[in-house]
């Protein structure tokens, strides 16, 4: 098993610019998530999805968008790049087990830089 | 206020204990959790602790609840240079977590163990 995979590891973006962060995982788990991670300031959740098709807003959706067409992919989507987005981006997986056990696994990051 | 609550930082010497404290706010938080985050990698589930424990000894890790007070810590014997790395705190509810996600993170305490 690979986990959860991201691409890019790492990018620079110009303002107004677009792109995709792709993430995989491959343990057939239905939530997956995106967080953005700056420093000294923990985990924000962006978007989430609790299986294929359906989607949902996070904490800070504003900026991004996300689409869930199989189970395996969760990319991310940045329409007009703003220097607020430079960060660090963590796509994550998990099963809910009963009373709420819940192991997320993270794949690597995205470091995002827009200048 | 926020939901979880962490120092910062924590220093410490080699082959000393290292404990790093959380505090939470959701009394019905059915899961307390620590994660691990090491430089440049996503994180890692360390250990957790269903929250009708009081303690949870893995290793060279113990985990500590105090539910009255909702205090969670992580204890780390004889700490290594291996050890240095952001621990993330993290609860969970039995029902689901909407916009703020599934899990709830702390901000991270950055563990540096000197030689």
């Known amino acids: 098993n690979a986990g959860v995979t991201q691409t890019p590891k790492f990018r620079i973006l110009k303002i107004g610019q677009s792109m995709t962060l792709q993430c995989t995982q491959d343990?057939?788990?239905?939530?997956m998530y995106w967080y953005r991670q700056d420093p000294g300031m923990g985990l924000k959740l962006i978007y989430y999805?609790?299986?294929?098709?359906?989607?949902d807003k996070g904490e800070v959706p504003n900026g991004y968008n996300v689409s869930r067409s199989t189970t395996e992919d969760f990319p991310l989507r940045l329409e007009l790049a703003a220097p607020s987005q430079t960060s660090v981006y963590f796509c994550?997986?998990?099963?809910?087990?009963?009373?709420?056990?819940?192991?997320?696994?993270f794949g690597p990051g995205t470091r995002l830089l827009v200048l | 206020g926020e939901d979880v609550e962490q120092s910062l930082f924590l220093s410490v010497r080699e082959g000393d204990s290292s404990v790093i404290n959380c505090t939470y706010t959701?009394?019905?938080?059915?899961?307390l959790y620590w994660y691990k985050q090491e430089p440049g990698a996503g994180l890692q589930l360390l250990t957790y602790?269903?929250?009708?424990?009081d303690m949870k000894q893995d290793q060279r890790l113990t985990v500590l609840l105090n539910k009255k007070d909702k205090h969670l810590s992580l204890r780390i014997a004889d700490t290594q240079t291996g050890d240095s790395a952001i621990y993330f705190c993290?609860?969970?509810?039995?029902?689901?977590?909407?916009?703020?996600?599934?899990?709830?993170f702390g901000k991270g305490t950055k563990l540096s163990v000197k030689p």
């Open positions: 343990m057939n788990h239905n939530y």
């Open positions: 993290a609860e969970s509810k039995a029902g689901y977590g909407g916009s703020q996600g599934n899990l709830i």
């Open positions: 959701d009394s019905s938080s059915t899961y």
């Open positions: 994550a997986s998990s099963n809910r087990g009963l009373a709420g056990l819940e192991t997320q696994y």
């Open positions: 999805s609790v299986g294929a098709g359906i989607t």
């Open positions: 602790i269903f929250s009708n424990m």
